[in-house]
């Protein structure tokens, strides 16, 4: 434990570095907010500093179980440092919204309890947004170096393939360098992202907040209509296909642009899955919506279900239309999708499409073996045989999944939130999404939420980021046993 706070104290100091992005824009932009960012970081150098000093004599090297505990502190610890700036420049906020409010950035949530976003002093905006940037790096490489060891997840498939292994005996080195190739791709794609959205129309500075947002599926905007505020389909279909690239596995992005070839996608079963199903999924609500005349024309529709499915679908969270006064089955399909659609590997939320791929994998030779209980019939994706042990760890951690939605939506209903709205609102915390249906949908946000209601969508964005395991692995006897 205490050596966990060591390590949790020199992450809590390094992550003032992060601080430096918004003092610049605040010199740039002369918004007043300079000394806030630079007390906010002092404060953070200092208490990491002093935990890292005051546990220095437990030092030592980490073991894999010593990650569960180390990601959900840091995870819970830097929301707090976030939340610091926040209550410093806009003094309305409590400590529980801006908890919120960071925990949703860090999160890559996007959900937000702020209104007036136009008006924001823009490095408050510019941090709001950078907090999306790091928190989707900091997933992938949770993705790759810590929940492998869970069992539960789909990196045991790319093992081979990315540039450092992970082994499943202790911390190595060669985490550190797959976290520079995937912190080196990452960069690079959002690089490429900016200066698109600028070309398709943005200011330098809208340009850089979303394409943050973008990268890490987040959904934080500069403007309280979100996308909408631009009205540009040049935009919509730049940030397509920014979103649809960070819900892929980075792993394959690595890989294709070492090898400049468009194989590794091939390859990749949950590429192929989430392309078909956005496509489908797209289309199947542009008919909808051309059949029930809520657009002039076929090619209106399509336009904004491209835009609207592709960004809930993917646990990103923009938004160009009201969503809620389309036809009930279109913002329930596009939540449905949120759970599932994402790629192992990638920044986005939910259960993930290649526990999804099992299930049907399994469902389908559970059918056959009722037909011929003695057939040999393995479990297979992209052509790899999946072992029983990943494929029991996958149906437990999917039960937990709706097992903790349930019980999170029943806290909710508790303090006599509306049915739809409980659901959904937490539904999109737990997936990382942000807009619900109804009050907390694309018309509104979250700051309708009691302190009670904002805690509890709080535990489920932590939940659902963590991938449920990471977190309830903590509150098991065995794992504090020696």
């Given at each position: 434990?205490?050596?966990?706070?060591?390590?949790?104290?020199?992450?809590?100091?390094?992550?003032?570095?992060?601080?430096?992005?918004?003092?610049?824009?605040?010199?740039?932009?002369?918004?007043?907010?300079?000394?806030?960012?630079?007390?906010?970081?002092?404060?953070?150098?200092?208490i990491g500093l002093l935990i890292a000093g005051l546990t220095y004599r437990f030092k030592r090297e980490l073991k894999p179980r010593d990650g569960f505990l180390l990601v959900t502190l840091s995870?819970?610890?830097?929301?707090?440092?976030?939340?610091?700036?926040?209550?410093?420049?806009?003094?309305?906020?409590?400590?529980?919204?801006?908890?919120?409010?960071?925990?949703?950035?860090?999160?890559?949530?996007?959900?937000?309890?702020?209104?007036?976003?136009?008006?924001?002093?823009?490095?408050?905006?510019?941090?709001?947004?950078?907090?999306?940037?790091?928190?989707?790096?900091?997933?992938?490489?949770?993705?790759?170096?810590?929940?492998?060891?869970?069992?539960?997840?789909?990196?045991?498939?790319?093992?081979?393939?990315?540039?450092?292994?992970?082994?499943?005996?202790?911390?190595?080195?060669?985490?550190?360098?797959?976290?520079?190739?995937?912190?080196?791709?990452?960069?690079?794609?959002?690089?490429?992202?900016?200066?698109?959205?600028?070309?398709?129309?943005?200011?330098?500075?809208?340009?850089?907040?979303?394409?943050?947002?973008?990268?890490?599926?987040?959904?934080?905007?500069?403007?309280?209509?979100?996308?909408?505020?631009?009205?540009?389909?040049?935009?919509?279909?730049?940030?397509?296909?920014?979103?649809?690239?960070?819900?892929?596995?980075?792993?394959?992005?690595?890989?294709?642009?070492?090898r400049l070839s468009i194989k590794p996608y091939l390859e990749d079963s949950e590429a192929k899955a989430l392309l078909i199903l956005l496509l489908v999924s797209v289309l199947a609500v542009a008919?909808?919506?051309?059949?029930?005349?809520?657009?002039?024309?076929?090619?209106?529709?399509?336009?904004?279900?491209?835009?609207?499915?592709?960004?809930?679908?993917?646990?990103?969270?923009?938004?160009?239309?009201?969503?809620?006064?389309?036809?009930?089955?279109?913002?329930?399909?596009?939540?449905?999708?949120?759970?599932?659609?994402?790629?192992?590997?990638?920044?986005?939320?939910?259960?993930?499409?290649?526990?999804?791929?099992?299930?049907?994998?399994?469902?389908?030779?559970?059918?056959?073996?009722?037909?011929?209980?003695?057939?040999?019939?393995?479990?297979?994706?992209?052509?790899?045989?999946?072992?029983?042990?990943?494929?029991?760890?996958?149906?437990?951690?999917?039960?937990?999944?709706?097992?903790?939605?349930?019980?999170?939506?029943?806290?909710?209903?508790?303090?006599?939130?509306?049915?739809?709205?409980?659901?959904?609102?937490?539904?999109?915390?737990?997936?990382?999404?942000?807009?619900?249906?109804?009050?907390?949908?694309?018309?509104?946000?979250?700051?309708?939420?009691?302190?009670?209601?904002?805690?509890?969508?709080?535990?489920?964005?932590?939940?659902?980021?963590?991938?449920?395991?990471?977190?309830?692995?903590?509150?098991?006897?065995?794992?504090?046993?020696?």
């Amino acid at each position: 434990m205490l050596a966990v706070a060591h390590v949790l104290g020199l992450m809590m100091a390094f992550f003032s570095i992060t601080f430096l992005m918004p003092l610049i824009c605040s010199l740039i932009m002369q918004d007043g907010t300079f000394k806030d960012f630079l007390f906010a970081a002092t404060i953070n150098i200092v208490i990491g500093l002093l935990i890292a000093g005051l546990t220095y004599r437990f030092k030592r090297e980490l073991k894999p179980r010593d990650g569960f505990l180390l990601v959900t502190l840091s995870w819970v610890f830097m929301s707090a440092s976030a939340s610091i700036p926040l209550m410093i420049a806009l003094p309305q906020l409590s400590f529980t919204d801006a908890y919120f409010e960071a925990m949703s950035g860090w999160t890559t949530t996007g959900a937000t309890i702020l209104t007036g976003l136009d008006n924001l002093p823009p490095s408050i905006n510019f941090w709001r947004h950078s907090l999306h940037w790091f928190g989707g790096i900091g997933i992938i490489v949770l993705a790759v170096a810590v929940l492998p060891l869970l069992g539960v997840g789909g990196m045991q498939l790319y093992r081979a393939e990315t540039p450092g292994p992970v082994k499943d005996e202790k911390l190595t080195p060669r985490i550190t360098e797959t976290a520079k190739a995937l912190w080196a791709t990452y960069t690079l794609i959002t690089v490429v992202g900016i200066f698109a959205l600028k070309t398709a129309g943005m200011s330098w500075f809208d340009a850089i907040c979303h394409c943050f947002s973008a990268m890490g599926l987040g959904g934080f905007s500069t403007h309280d209509s979100s996308i909408a505020f631009f009205n540009s389909p040049a935009i919509e279909i730049t940030l397509i296909f920014l979103m649809v690239a960070a819900s892929m596995n980075f792993s394959r992005h690595f890989l294709a642009l070492r090898r400049l070839s468009i194989k590794p996608y091939l390859e990749d079963s949950e590429a192929k899955a989430l392309l078909i199903l956005l496509l489908v999924s797209v289309l199947a609500v542009a008919l909808l919506l051309t059949q029930r005349e809520i657009y002039p024309s076929f090619f209106t529709a399509l336009r904004h279900a491209a835009f609207n499915v592709v960004s809930i679908a993917s646990t990103t969270g923009f938004v160009s239309q009201n969503y809620d006064l389309w036809p009930i089955f279109a913002p329930v399909w596009m939540l449905f999708l949120s759970c599932i659609l994402c790629s192992t590997g990638s920044t986005g939320g939910g259960i993930k499409m290649f526990r999804a791929l099992l299930l049907v994998r399994q469902s389908q030779r559970e059918i056959k073996l009722l037909i011929h209980p003695s057939a040999v019939l393995p479990v297979r994706i992209g052509g790899q045989v999946i072992p029983e042990r990943i494929a029991y760890a996958v149906l437990a951690f999917i039960f937990l999944y709706f097992l903790v939605v349930v019980a999170l939506t029943f806290l909710l209903l508790l303090d006599d939130v509306p049915l739809v709205q409980a659901f959904s609102t937490i539904i999109a915390s737990i997936n990382n999404c942000g807009p619900g249906i109804g009050p907390t949908g694309p018309a509104g946000n979250y700051q309708i939420l009691t302190n009670y209601q904002t805690w509890i969508c709080t535990i489920a964005m932590l939940l659902g980021r963590l991938e449920i395991f990471s977190v309830l692995v903590l509150f098991s006897p065995t794992y504090w046993q020696k």
